[in-house]
């Protein structure tokens, strides 16, 4: 007979004794004010009970009970002198539970309920056979992914990702003070906040043998389309069997051996190939990035004529003065060479914020967006109330209505009010007194009056251009004169002029 070890009989004792206490408290599960306090703290919050059926028909439901260790072999065997199936549970060669025995049709009944639950384990991912030191089903033991569908849909299980690159975030504050008696003591310090980001990546993903990942961005690329992003699926480096051959998203091309019928380098979609014996199948949906051009070489050097619309290639430089302007464009340009239309501007002050800290041409200006707004449903603010035309021989039709100082109540209300004028005010003057709303209906700055080398104007068209693109944290303001008549009689005004407004008082602002 085999000896039974001390790590066995320790065993064995600390489970009889843990089923033992456990049982010994009952099924409390509630608490009796008659009891002790002594008799209240020994009772259990999760009582457990001993088993003293055999493990096949005496297996519990309590998820807090540990259950048997290991070191019980429990066992079911066929014993043929009498037909039936003894129950053992022993550790080592000692029987740690009397044998009992069941009948052929109890036997096949377990026997089934053990398979049944054997397959609904095995469709929850966890196999039976998987079990901890413990004996609990393991669920993590059974892991194994070159078994698995990603072994054979991908070539491998490997993972791999190497990113390439840098971030560079730049952090910074300008500060200066400018002790020039003719600038406001609040306007000659200044300062701000300076931050920029630089981006640069380049990510090169791998999947097994079969998928591949490019991924690049630069924020300082000049087009999108320098970005790429590329996700490959590839069979063929795998096996030559697949009908499947390849997928391809992102950035894509199809290239074609046809003269007749060019191809293209540059798509964003998806792509597949497939192949049914020895047909080959290639499709593509994509989005075409670039424009195939001809080239004419004449003594040696090359003529290529192409067309990029002024919004999309310099944007942020060209304006137009009002929504007068703006309507009219098209319907001024029906007749050239000649610009059939009476408007002409006659002077033009252009306003930008103060970004470069230049001592000259400086003011404190406020900008109006509703300032001379002729057309109602181009209010910001509602509650501006617009006033009859500016003379009856002035020839509008439909919504093409001038601009004018007049042609609302916001410049008449503004213009007398003292508070509304001194820098210092002006802000809460318009957000309180008149509703506006800063940053969306107005902006408080100050502001540098470009020169005339600094942009240009068409004065019958009535658009600005400037020759440095306007960023976005900077402002661009404009106050003008025009004429609507071929003779010119009558001068018509948008907006305050440098010299409307007395300079002796520099803390006043224009509008």
Do not use: C
Not at 205 to 221: A, P, R, Y
Not at 368 to 388: F, K, M
Request: negative net charge; proline residues 4%.
């Amino acid at each position: 007979m085999k000896k039974i070890t001390l790590l066995q009989f320790i065993v064995v004792i600390l489970t009889t004794s843990f089923h033992y206490f456990a049982s010994a408290s009952g099924p409390a599960y509630g608490v009796d004010y008659g009891q002790t306090s002594d008799q209240i703290m020994a009772m259990d919050t999760i009582p457990l009970k001993d088993r003293f059926e055999n493990f096949v028909t005496g297996q519990g439901s309590n998820p807090f009970d540990l259950k048997d260790p290991s070191e019980v072999k429990q066992e079911v065997t066929y014993d043929p002198e009498s037909g039936m199936y003894i129950i053992t549970e022993k550790i080592g060669d000692n029987f740690f539970r009397a044998p009992t025995y069941m009948t052929f049709e109890e036997y096949m009944d377990w026997q089934a309920k053990q398979q049944e639950k054997d397959y609904f384990n095995k469709l929850a991912g966890i196999e039976s056979s998987n079990r901890s030191k413990s004996g609990i089903i393991d669920p993590m033991a059974r892991v194994d992914i070159k078994k698995q569908l990603i072994d054979r849909l991908f070539g491998g299980n490997g993972i791999t990702i190497e990113p390439q690159g840098n971030v560079d975030l730049t952090f910074g504050g300008d500060y200066q003070r400018i002790q020039n008696p003719n600038i406001p003591i609040q306007a000659q310090t200044n300062g701000g906040f300076d931050f920029d980001m630089n981006i640069k990546t380049n990510i090169q993903g791998k999947i097994g043998d079969k998928m591949d990942l490019g991924f690049n961005f630069d924020t300082n690329s000049t087009f999108n389309f320098d970005n790429k992003v590329k996700l490959e699926y590839d069979s063929e480096k795998w096996t030559e069997d697949d009908i499947l051959k390849k997928i391809e998203l992102g950035d894509v091309s199809l290239p074609l051996r046809s003269q007749l019928i060019q191809g293209n380098q540059s798509l964003f979609g998806i792509k597949t190939e497939l192949q049914f014996g020895h047909l080959k199948l290639t499709m593509i949906a994509a989005e075409q990035q670039s424009q195939q051009e001809e080239l004419r070489i004449e003594n040696g050097g090359t003529l290529q004529e192409f067309e990029v619309y002024p919004d999309q290639y310099d944007e942020n430089r060209h304006f137009f003065l009002s929504f007068f302007n703006r309507d009219t464009y098209e319907e001024n340009l029906e007749g050239l060479p000649f610009i059939q239309t009476p408007f002409r501007v006659v002077n033009l002050q252009v306003w930008v914020t103060n970004d470069r800290q230049e001592t000259e041409r400086l003011r404190d200006i406020a900008a109006l967006a509703d300032l001379g707004v002729a057309e109602t449903e181009n209010l910001t603010n509602p509650s501006i109330d617009v006033q009859p035309p500016m003379a009856p021989y002035i020839d509008y039709t439909g919504d093409n209505v001038l601009n004018d100082n007049t042609r609302n109540d916001l410049f008449e209300l503004i213009e007398g009010d003292p508070a509304a004028r001194q820098i210092l005010n002006t802000a809460t003057t318009l957000q309180t007194k008149y509703g506006l709303t800063q940053s969306k209906d107005f902006e408080v700055l100050k502001a540098r009056r470009l020169s005339p080398s600094e942009y240009t104007f068409h004065p019958q068209l009535g658009f600005l251009s400037l020759n440095v693109r306007l960023r976005p944290n900077q402002v661009l303001a404009v106050s003008y004169e025009y004429t609507y008549t071929y003779n010119g009689d009558e001068v018509y005004q948008v907006g305050e002029l440098a010299d409307d407004v007395a300079t002796q008082d520099t803390s006043e602002v224009i509008y």
